[in-house]
């Protein structure tokens, strides 16, 4: 029998496609954020005043001169809005306006005042409230308590409404009226006036019918706790 043919090579088996590279991913879009918005400066705090921006001056080795001596002297620099006097004799005079405050350390720092060399310089502290401005008790001296009654001294005050009365042995009267206006006008009145003889000093106080009260309330408390300790010891 003839030889078979040689069976035929089997045909390669076709290669795969290449698979297409896969694409690489579009970039996304970068998000397009808000615009920041600028936040609001804070505001600049306000300037504090310079040391020594009170409109007034020390006066050193002011003497014995009165309120009413350092506001002619110093009238002179500007319009005098206050005086305090020290103990220690010295004043301090404020002014309406800082260019005052110049003028009068030109006119009078170490210059003589009164009879005394004073030493001038800018101050460092603005003027105290007057506890006397709106008081309504004023003080009235001399009213000699040992010889005048509670009535002849209450025709002083003769149309006024007097709230308290107290007198003292040291021959002064603090009375508390009604109002700050009556107190004012009490003391323009009476003040310079003759009273059994002599003339009377009467002025502006500063205290008060409240602060007397709360006195009064404290001592009878501190009197109540006191008797409660007695008789806590004898017990």
């Known amino acids: 029998m003839p030889a078979k043919a040689a069976s035929k090579p089997a045909k390669p088996a076709p290669k795969a496609a290449p698979k297409p590279a896969a694409k690489a991913p579009a970039p996304k879009a970068a998000a397009t954020k808000p615009p920041t918005k600028t936040a609001p400066k804070a505001a600049a705090p306000a300037a ?4 020594g921006s009170s409109n007034g001056v020390y006066v050193k080795n002011w003497g014995t001169g009165s309120v009413a001596d350092a506001t002619n ?3 002179a620099a500007g319009k005098v809005i206050k005086v305090q ?12 306006n800082s260019a005052a405050v110049k003028k009068a350390i030109d006119l009078f720092n170490e210059k003589e005042v009164l009879g005394q060399t004073v030493l001038v310089v800018p101050a460092k502290t603005s003027p105290k409230p007057d506890a006397h401005e709106n008081s309504a008790c004023v003080f009235v001296s001399p009213i000699f308590r040992a010889s005048t009654t509670k ?4 025709e ?6 007097v709230q308290r009365l107290r007198t003292y042995r040291q021959n002064y009267v603090y009375a508390y009226l009604s109002s700050s206006a009556a107190a004012k006008k ?15 000093r009467v002025a502006l106080s500063a205290r008060s019918l409240e602060k007397l009260r709360a006195r009064q309330e404290a001592s009878k408390v501190l009197i109540a ?7 806590h010891e004898r017990r």
């Open 48 to 51: 504090r005043p310079a040391s």
């Open 151 to 154: 009535q002849q001294i209450m």
């Open 156 to 161: 002083l005050f003769a149309g006024v409404k």
């Open 225 to 231: 706790a006191h008797r409660h300790h007695k008789e």
């Open 85 to 96: 006097l020290r103990r220690s004799r010295y004043a301090l005079v404020f002014f309406d």
């Open 73 to 75: 002297v110093f009238s």
């Open 186 to 200: 009490f003391v323009e009145e009476k003040n310079g006036v003759e009273f059994r003889g002599h003339t009377l």
